[in-house]
T-cell receptor, first 113, second 112 residues
């Protein structure tokens, strides 16, 4: 069964550095999402992406964050000037349509030191 | 106030027991998801439903749109069912494009 893949599984970065989290969505899916889960807390929506542009974003997704689909297969989340509070598990998800089930990747655990 | 509330927060059961996890929500929705999160963190989608009932193996999910309530049932529970079960809703408010609002999850531990 096709699956969403995320790399790396764990990223350790110094505060203030930039990180790029990568996702390969399922190939025939058109909608892409990033979610975040701070340790011990619930999963939170960050951003959704369709037709090469952001379709919706949450209050969390400020100017520090950006997303890109650089080559038709990868979907990336860039976090500039990372802060300690950016430490979390980041999940990518994709779906065929916005009303279709979302398939999640295994997540990238981001640790900011 | 949380838009999605789950109960209980933690649940310990003996192998073979029938388990029920509840989810209540306060927003208008177009669909509700039940997800399973394993100890390693990965999330697996179990069900997406907008009405009635769905069954997959030992898992059953029901939803009552009028009462804004859903339940996830596990029959003949097994230690491998131990995980966090998360309820998430897709709001039908405004121009929502499918993003989900999550509950805090129910941590289930099934003892042999």
């Amino acid at each position: 069964e096709p699956e969403v893949t995320q790399t790396p599984s764990h990223q350790v970065t110094q505060m203030g550095q930039e990180v790029i989290l990568r996702c390969v969505p399922i190939s025939n899916h058109l909608y892409f999402y990033w979610y975040r889960q701070i340790l011990g807390q619930k999963v939170e929506f960050l951003v959704s992406f369709y037709n090469n542009e952001i379709s919706e974003k949450s209050e969390i997704f400020d100017d520090q964050f950006s997303v890109e689909r650089p080559d038709g297969s990868n979907f990336t989340l860039k976090i500039r000037s990372t802060k300690l509070e950016d430490s979390a598990m980041y999940f990518c998800a994709s779906s065929q349509g916005y009303s279709q089930p979302q398939h999640f990747g295994d997540g990238t655990r981001l640790s900011i030191l | 106030k949380n838009e999605v509330e789950q109960s209980p927060q933690n649940l310990t059961a003996q192998e073979g027991e029938f388990i029920t996890i509840n989810c209540s929500y306060s927003v208008g929705i177009s669909a509700l998801h039940w997800l399973q999160q394993h100890p390693g963190g990965g999330i697996v989608s179990l069900f997406m439903l907008s009405s009635g009932k769905k069954k997959h193996g030992r898992l059953i999910a029901t939803i009552n749109i009028q009462e804004k309530h859903s339940s996830l049932h596990i029959t003949a529970s097994h230690p491998r069912d131990s995980a966090v079960y998360i309820c998430a809703v897709r709001s039908n408010y405004g121009g929502s494009q499918g993003n989900l609002i999550f509950g805090k999850g129910t941590k289930l531990s099934v003892k042999p």
